[in-house]
């Protein structure tokens, strides 16, 4: 128990917790602008598209209501609503991401002077060409003793 104590403390203090929370409460109030974008800015001129009501109580009617008898209905526009509503989310979210990526691709470009390349980045490059010129010098030590 002491060890999945230490286990947990360790989750929690290294940020993967806390990152995840303040994703969270990034994602709910990103959720609640894109919730108004749509109410308040995208859907009015939708509605005048569909003679002055509003997308999201459009509806199929299956059966009417009566005396005791609810309404059964098929309600497209709530669904055409959150369509739209995902579609923003997950357009934003391509283009953030395509964004840090972009970043990190020249960030990790050793040849890139623009951003600073990470250390371990920096030290495999630094590899990488000592590895080549140790290669270069064995390829001619080779070829000078007369090696085929």
């Known amino acids: 128990m002491k060890n999945f104590i230490q286990?947990?403390?360790n989750f929690a203090?290294?940020?993967n917790m806390i990152d995840m929370a303040i994703g969270i409460i990034i994602g709910t109030a990103f959720?609640?602008?894109?919730?108004?974008?749509?109410?308040k800015i995208i859907m009015p001129p939708l509605s005048l598209l569909?003679?002055?009501?509003?997308?999201?109580?459009q509806k199929y009617v299956l059966r009417t209501a009566s005396e005791g008898v609810d309404e059964v209905a098929i309600g497209y526009g709530a669904l055409l609503e959150v369509l739209i509503d995902f579609g923003i989310i997950a357009l934003t979210?391509?283009?953030?991401?395509?964004?840090?990526?972009k970043i990190r691709t020249k960030a990790e470009d050793p040849q890139n002077v623009e951003e600073v390349t990470p250390k371990n980045i920096e030290l495999l490059s630094n590899l990488e060409e000592l590895m080549k010129e140790q290669n270069a010098?064995?390829?001619?030590?080779?070829d000078d003793s007369g090696e085929q």
């Open 50 to 57: 569909t003679a002055r009501v509003s997308l999201a109580e």
């Open 7 to 9: 286990e947990f403390k």
């Open 93 to 101: 979210i391509f283009l953030v991401i395509k964004f840090i990526n």
């Open 137 to 142: 010098l064995l390829r001619n030590m080779k």
């Open 31 to 39: 959720n609640n602008v894109v919730n108004t974008l749509v109410k």
């Open 13 to 15: 203090i290294k940020g």
